[in-house]
């Protein structure tokens, strides 16, 4: 299944999530490994400074992290459950409402999707560190995030 055929299942499920639909995020890029999603804000997403709330930019970061962590594993998701244990976010610097669209970006290395699909075939739970990196129009670093991801064999 090439990237493009993979992205639109994947970012289709993100569609029919409340939050997603809340916070307007849209799917930019998907392939194995890597997942961009970007949010434009509006007026309701914006804190008292006129900044991106804090807790939006984090679920903006925990939308790329889970979206890259299934990226790789498209074909076997029917055979697992995935589910973030934890995150972390480290803002950097203001995120202007003025300065959006702002893009979220992870990437997984290929040895990391190919040990993942190695350790679901062989029913072994998996942990997985997903760093992401949020950006405004301009490129600069607006946060840095780190989730975990578990991936675990489903029950039969």
């Known amino acids: 299944m090439d990237s493009a055929a993979m992205g639109e299942p ?3 499920g993100f569609q029919k999530l409340g939050f997603i639909q809340y916070a307007g995020i849209e799917g930019a890029e998907f392939g194995a ?5 970007t949010i434009a804000p509006k007026p309701e997403h914006l804190n008292h400074n006129g900044d991106l709330h804090a807790a939006v930019l984090f679920g903006l970061a ?3 992290a889970m979206g890259a ?3 790789g594993i498209v074909d076997l998701m029917g055979e697992t459950f995935i589910v973030a244990r ?6 950097l610097a ?7 669209p702002f893009r979220a970006t992870c990437e997984l290395s290929a ?3 190919e040990r993942v699909r190695a350790d679901i075939a062989a ?9 992401v990196d949020i950006t405004d129009n301009t490129g600069k670093s607006v946060a840095a995030s780190a989730f975990t991801a578990v991936i675990r064999p489903r029950r039969k």
């Open 10 to 12: 994947v970012m289709a």
């Open 33 to 37: 490994g890597r997942n961009v999603v």
């Open 62 to 64: 925990e939308t790329a």
């Open 69 to 71: 962590s299934v990226s």
């Open 86 to 91: 934890d995150g972390r976010i480290e803002y």
């Open 94 to 100: 203001r995120a202007r409402g003025a300065a959006g």
């Open 111 to 113: 040895e990391t999707l």
């Open 123 to 131: 029913r072994v739970d998996v942990e997985l560190a997903v760093p």
